[in-house]
């Protein structure tokens, strides 16, 4: 085995161990107790953003903490838990919420559908981690690249109706993209309406995301994630 093969697949390796539960970073936030789990008193929602957004610059960076402590974590985690972060996202391969930001187990509450718009279900989620477990950020992570998006332009452009339960995701995403449709915008653009779309229905989703948001309790935003370079970019 080459060293440059060697290297990648230690990488490989390391990436796993972060998908099923890395070291928490930390970023500049109090540490917090050993007991269970907990958002530090006084936190706001943006610092929580900060955190998330620092761990995505490791992962653009290649910077991975060592895989440690991971079965402590998780038996801390088997009575409670307390996600600082909670994400819409794609279900596509590439984008995964806990490498993409280097989380550990117990720090994001995840829900992904194809093209990361939410459905009741997906509502009924995100409440439920606001709501039960305390979270106070929501970011709606669309992708670069996505087919969904990709199919519900093509659809929209041709007047047709995609087949089968796909016409579901054209009935959701669709008025979101119109516009972009109309004005012969790309497919990427597309998908930057389509994550909007999704942070304002999420906005004002009452009871419990609407309140949430209107009170300043709690943080809905979106963002991008690039495909080739891991980085994410928030969508205003």
């Known amino acids: 085995m080459s060293e440059s ?6 990488l490989f390796n390391r990436a796993a161990f972060l998908a099923g539960g890395l070291a928490t ?5 109090p540490a917090q107790s050993q007991g269970a789990p ?4 006084g936190v706001t929602p943006e610092r929580l953003l900060g955190r998330l957004m620092a761990g995505n610059k490791r992962f653009v960076d290649n910077d991975f903490p060592s895989v440690n402590r991971v079965a402590e974590k998780r038996e801390l985690l088997t009575d409670s838990q307390a996600p600082f972060a909670a994400i819409l996202g794609c279900s596509d391969s590439r984008v995964i919420p806990n490498l993409v930001f280097v ?3 117990g720090d994001l509450f995840v829900a992904r559908v194809a093209g990361n718009f939410p459905d009741d279900l997906v509502l009924a989620s995100l409440e439920y981690s606001v709501e039960h477990l305390g979270t106070r950020l929501v970011m709606v992570l ?3 690249g996505c087919g969904a998006v990709k199919a519900v332009y093509s659809a929209l452009e041709t007047n047709t109706t995609l087949p ?7 009935r959701l995403m669709g008025p979101g993209i119109a516009d972009v449709v109309k004005a012969r915008g790309t497919e990427n653009a597309a998908v930057e309406a389509n994550v909007r779309a999704g942070v304002a229905k999420l906005r004002t989703s009452p009871p419990v995301l609407s309140n949430g948001a209107d009170s300043g309790h709690l943080l809905i935003v979106g963002g991008v994630y690039h495909l080739g370079t891991g980085e994410v970019r928030l969508v205003e």
């Open 5 to 10: 093969t060697s290297n990648d697949h230690m």
């Open 164 to 170: 089968s339960h796909l016409s579901e995701l054209q």
């Open 38 to 41: 907990s958002l530090p008193a």
């Open 142 to 144: 669309g992708h670069e």
């Open 25 to 29: 970073i930390g970023a500049a936030l």
């Open 103 to 105: 989380q550990s187990i």
